[in-house]
């Protein structure tokens, strides 16, 4: 059975940083993708930023490149997300995402991921 589970989230000020993690259990570990994706109320979830563990491919939402950085800890089953500069227009709950793919390929619309997290929020003040 596939757990994720997302923490890190907080309120912060424009400029802060948060580290965001997500632990993963279940299932085979060197094909899967996992993202991040972000939800504010009335909209869809929205592609954050996403890796590849097979090979270490990682892929960025371009409102969020250069800012936020994604990375893997094979020895503890986690993925993090890295967010520095952050802008409250970066406030949103954020979701950890899984999938397992024998390509390298990382999907950026939601209802391609199989399993999620409860969510962590993020909230950015001016």
């Known amino acids: 059975q596939v757990q994720l589970v997302e923490s890190g989230g907080g309120l912060v000020q424009a400029g802060d940083s948060l580290r965001l993690s997500c632990a993963a259990s279940?299932?085979?570990?060197?094909?899967?993708?996992m993202v991040w994706f972000r939800q504010t109320p009335g909209k869809e979830r929205e592609f954050v930023a996403g890796f590849a563990w097979n090979g270490g491919r990682t892929d960025y939402a371009d409102a969020v490149k250069g800012r936020f950085t994604i990375s893997g800890d094979s020895s503890k089953n986690m993925v993090y997300l890295q967010m520095n500069s952050l802008k409250p227009e970066d406030t949103a709950v954020y979701y950890c995402a899984l999938k397992w793919s024998l390509t390298v390929t990382i999907p950026i619309l939601a209802n391609e991921y199989e399993f999620w997290g409860q969510g962590t929020q993020v909230t950015v003040s001016s």
């Open positions: 279940g299932g085979p570990f060197s094909t899967r993708i």
